[in-house]
C-alpha cells in the first residue's frame, strides 16, 4: 500500500494523509483545514491534492477543525463515501463545521468587500453551512474500543487519546497478499491527566505509525494552581471590587473544564452568589454534548456525577445562545462572570464584552489560554495603556490576569509515555507529522533515544510505499 501526506507535513495544521492499498481502496486520515497561515491559507486549503471524489472512506481522528475541517469541501467536490469516527467525535463535528461554514461566509463578506473596491470578482465561500449539514449524513459513529469492520479485508478500532471528547487513535488492520498490517495514526495526543476527560489508552501494537509532534521540543510547566488561581480572581473582583471577570475561552474543551470549576466551587458552597454566563452559541451546544458523553469522562467527573447529576450547571449559572440577550450583557450593572469565545479574541462575541468592560477598573479581563502573538488576546497582555477594539481606542484600565492553564497537546515526554505502550523495535517505519520541522526533528532525536528507528518526517505530497 502507499501512504501519502498531503497537509500536517512539517506544520501543525491540514492533517491529511492518504492510504492506497494495492486493491485500490482509498482512505483517507483526517481533512483537516489549514490554518493562521494569512492570505495563503485560503488557497491551500482549495487545493486538496486529490480527487476526493475518488476517496472511500475518510477515517477521522477527532473533531479538531485542522483535522475535519474539509469534510464537507471534499463533499461539494463529490465525496460520498463514509467518514467513520467515535460517536463523540461525529457529534462534535455536527456543530463544529456548521459554526466553520459560518465562519467562512463571514469572512468571505469581508474578503469581497475588499475585492469590490480593488475591482476584482468576488470569491465564494470553501463550502456553506448546506455543505456541512449535508456531509454528516456520511457519518458513522463507533464506540472507543469497538472493531468496526469497513470490509472483509479492512478493520479500524478507535482506542482514546484523551485529547479532545471523542478523539482517538485510529487503529486500522489491513489484509495485503494475505499478510496483516498494523497501521497506526495517533491524531493529537492528550496530556496525561485531563480534568475532565479520561487519561490517554494505551493502543495495540502497530507496523507503521503516524503520530503527532506538536510539542516534540518542549516540556510543559507543574501543573498550576488553576482552580485556587481561579476562585480568587473571581472574588477580587467580584466580592472586594464589585465589578465583572470577563473569560476568553475557547469554545469546546476549555470553557467546559472552566464550568466544572466552578460547578465544584458552587457545589463545596465556596463560589460567591454571583451569576455566571457562558455566552457563545457553539460552547452552549458543545456542553450539550459533553454532557451526551459520560464515557469519555475521567473517574473524578464520573464520581461528580454521582451526586450532582449536572457538572456543567449549577444556581447562577446561564447559558446564552441568542444575540438578544448577548446585548443585554452590556448594560448589566451588578457583579458577574462572563465566559465567551474566542479564546485569542480575534472574533466573536468576546470582543465586544472586552470592549465594553475594559476601561473601567473594577472588572477583570482573565486569560485562560495560549493567544498568537498578533491576537487582540496577546496585544492586551503587553502591558499597553490603551488598546484599539472595532477601530475605538479604549483605555486599558481593568486588571489584564493569566491563569496558565492546562493544555491540550501532551508534552514530549507525556507523548513518549503515550508510546511506551509499543515494542518500538516491532515499528518497521514512524512518522512524525503535525508539527514545526525544528520541533520535529528534536522529537526525532528524543524518540531515537527510547529505541524508535526509520523515523521519516515527511514532506507534503511526499508518497510512501509500505507492505
Ligand atoms: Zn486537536
Same mark, same amino acid.
Given at each position: 500500500?502507499?501512504?501519502?501526506?498531503?497537509?500536517?507535513? #512539517?506544520?501543525?495544521?491540514?492533517?491529511?494523509?492518504?492510504?492506497?492499498?494495492?486493491?485500490?481502496? #482509498?482512505i483517507?486520515?483526517?481533512? %483537516?483545514?489549514?490554518?493562521?497561515?494569512?492570505l /495563503?491559507?485560503?488557497?491551500?486549503?482549495?487545493?486538496?491534492?486529490?480527487?476526493?471524489?475518488?476517496?472511500?472512506?475518510?477515517?477521522?481522528?477527532?473533531?479538531?477543525? @485542522?483535522? =475535519?475541517?474539509?469534510?464537507?469541501?471534499?463533499?461539494?467536490?463529490?465525496? #460520498?463515501g463514509?467518514? +467513520?469516527?467515535?460517536?463523540?467525535?461525529?457529534?462534535?463535528?455536527s456543530?463544529?463545521?456548521?459554526?466553520?461554514a459560518?465562519?467562512? /461566509?463571514?469572512?468571505?463578506?469581508?474578503?469581497?468587500?475588499?475585492?469590490? #473596491?480593488?475591482?476584482?470578482?468576488?470569491? /465564494?465561500?470553501i463550502?456553506d453551512q448546506?455543505?456541512a449539514?449535508?456531509?454528516?449524513?456520511?457519518? +458513522?459513529?463507533?464506540?472507543?474500543?469497538?472493531?468496526?469492520?469497513?470490509? &472483509?479485508?479492512?478493520?479500524? !478500532?478507535?482506542?482514546?487519546?484523551?485529547?479532545?471528547?471523542? %478523539?482517538?487513535?485510529?487503529?486500522?488492520?489491513?489484509?495485503?497478499?494475505?499478510?496483516?498490517?498494523?497501521?497506526?495514526?495517533t491524531?493529537?495526543?492528550?496530556?496525561?491527566?485531563?480534568?475532565?476527560?479520561?487519561?490517554? &489508552?494505551?493502543?495495540?501494537?502497530?507496523?507503521?505509525?503516524?503520530t /503527532?509532534s506538536?510539542?516534540?521540543?518542549?516540556?510543559?510547566?507543574?501543573?498550576?494552581?488553576?482552580?485556587?488561581?481561579?476562585?480568587?480572581?473571581?472574588?477580587e473582583?467580584?466580592?472586594?471590587?464589585?465589578?465583572?471577570?470577563?473569560?476568553?475561552s475557547?469554545?469546546?474543551?476549555?470553557?467546559?473544564?472552566?464550568?466544572y470549576?466552578?460547578?465544584?466551587?458552587? &457545589?463545596?458552597?465556596?463560589?460567591?452568589?454571583?451569576d455566571?454566563?457562558?455566552? =457563545?452559541?457553539?460552547?452552549?451546544?458543545?456542553?450539550?454534548?459533553?454532557?451526551?458523553?459520560?464515557?469519555c469522562?475521567?473517574?473524578?467527573v464520573?464520581?461528580?456525577?454521582?451526586?450532582?447529576p449536572d457538572?456543567?450547571?449549577?444556581n447562577?449559572?446561564?447559558? +446564552?445562545?441568542?444575540?438578544?440577550?448577548?446585548?443585554?450583557?452590556? @448594560?448589566?450593572?451588578?457583579?458577574?462572570?462572563?465566559?465567551?469565545?474566542?479564546?485569542?479574541?480575534?472574533a %466573536?462575541r468576546?470582543?465586544?464584552?472586552?470592549?465594553?468592560?475594559?476601561?473601567?477598573?473594577?472588572?477583570?479581563?482573565?486569560?485562560?489560554?495560549?493567544?498568537?502573538?498578533s491576537?487582540?488576546?496577546?496585544?492586551?497582555?503587553?502591558?499597553?495603556?490603551?488598546?484599539?477594539?472595532?477601530?475605538? !481606542?479604549?483605555?486599558?484600565?481593568?486588571?489584564?490576569?493569566?491563569?496558565?492553564?492546562?493544555?491540550?497537546?501532551?508534552?514530549?515526554?507525556?507523548?513518549k509515555?503515550?508510546?511506551?505502550?509499543?515494542?518500538?523495535?516491532?515499528?518497521? !517505519?514512524?512518522?512524525?507529522?503535525h508539527?514545526?520541522?525544528?520541533?520535529?526533528?528534536?522529537?526525532?532525536?528524543?524518540?531515537?533515544?527510547?529505541?524508535?528507528?526509520?523515523?521519516?518526517?515527511?514532506? !507534503?505530497g511526499?508518497?510512501?510505499?509500505?507492505?
Amino acid at each position: 500500500m502507499k501512504i501519502q501526506f498531503f497537509g500536517a507535513a #512539517r506544520e501543525v495544521t491540514g492533517s491529511k494523509h492518504l492510504i492506497t492499498t494495492i486493491e485500490g481502496k #482509498r482512505i483517507l486520515l483526517d481533512c %483537516g483545514m489549514f490554518q493562521g497561515k494569512g492570505l /495563503e491559507t485560503d488557497a491551500m486549503n482549495r487545493d486538496l491534492g486529490f480527487d476526493p471524489s475518488t476517496i472511500d472512506h475518510i477515517i477521522l481522528s477527532h473533531a479538531h477543525i @485542522d483535522h =475535519s475541517g474539509l469534510i464537507p469541501y471534499a463533499y461539494k467536490l463529490g465525496f #460520498r463515501g463514509s467518514v +467513520i469516527c467515535t460517536n463523540a467525535t461525529r457529534d462534535l463535528c455536527s456543530i463544529m463545521l456548521t459554526d466553520s461554514a459560518h465562519i467562512q /461566509e463571514l469572512d468571505v463578506k469581508w474578503f469581497n468587500k475588499k475585492r469590490e #473596491r480593488q475591482e476584482l470578482n468576488p470569491i /465564494e465561500p470553501i463550502y456553506d453551512q448546506t455543505d456541512a449539514e449535508k456531509c454528516m449524513e456520511l457519518f +458513522i459513529g463507533v464506540p472507543t474500543g469497538r472493531r468496526f469492520y469497513i470490509n &472483509d479485508k479492512i478493520n479500524v !478500532k478507535f482506542t482514546n487519546t484523551g485529547h479532545l471528547l471523542g %478523539g482517538g487513535v485510529v487503529n486500522l488492520e489491513i489484509n495485503e497478499n494475505g499478510k496483516k498490517i498494523h497501521v497506526a495514526y495517533t491524531g493529537d495526543i492528550g496530556r496525561q491527566h485531563n480534568r475532565l476527560l479520561r487519561s490517554p &489508552d494505551p493502543f495495540p501494537q502497530c507496523d507503521y505509525l503516524i503520530t /503527532e509532534s506538536t510539542y516534540g521540543n518542549r516540556l510543559h510547566p507543574a501543573e498550576s494552581e488553576t482552580s485556587v488561581d481561579l476562585l480568587r480572581v473571581i472574588n477580587e473582583t467580584c466580592v472586594e471590587r464589585g465589578g465583572k471577570v470577563i473569560i476568553p475561552s475557547f469554545a469546546i474543551g476549555r470553557t467546559q473544564e472552566i464550568v466544572y470549576i466552578l460547578d465544584k466551587f458552587s &457545589d463545596e458552597g465556596k463560589l460567591p452568589k454571583i451569576d455566571v454566563y457562558v455566552d =457563545s452559541p457553539l460552547a452552549v451546544n458543545a456542553t450539550d454534548i459533553y454532557r451526551l458523553h459520560p464515557e469519555c469522562m475521567n473517574d473524578e467527573v464520573k464520581h461528580t456525577i454521582a451526586y450532582d447529576p449536572d457538572p456543567f450547571g449549577f444556581n447562577g449559572l446561564h447559558y +446564552i445562545k441568542n444575540v438578544e440577550e448577548s446585548k443585554k450583557l452590556n @448594560d448589566l450593572k451588578k457583579p458577574c462572570v462572563i465566559i465567551s469565545a474566542s479564546g485569542m479574541m480575534e472574533a %466573536g462575541r468576546i470582543k465586544h464584552h472586552v470592549a465594553n468592560n475594559i476601561e473601567d477598573s473594577k472588572n477583570t479581563i482573565l486569560i485562560v489560554g495560549y493567544c498568537t502573538p498578533s491576537s487582540l488576546g496577546a496585544r492586551i497582555q503587553l502591558g499597553m495603556k490603551e488598546i484599539s477594539i472595532f477601530g475605538e !481606542k479604549h483605555p486599558i484600565n481593568a486588571h489584564i490576569e493569566k491563569i496558565e492553564s492546562l493544555s491540550g497537546h501532551g508534552d514530549y515526554n507525556e507523548m513518549k509515555q503515550f508510546l511506551s505502550c509499543q515494542d518500538p523495535q516491532k515499528i518497521r !517505519k514512524t512518522f512524525l507529522v503535525h508539527g514545526e520541522y525544528a520541533t520535529q526533528q528534536f522529537y526525532e532525536n528524543e524518540l531515537e533515544k527510547v529505541g524508535f528507528h526509520d523515523i521519516q518526517i515527511p514532506q !507534503k505530497g511526499e508518497a510512501v510505499e509500505i507492505d
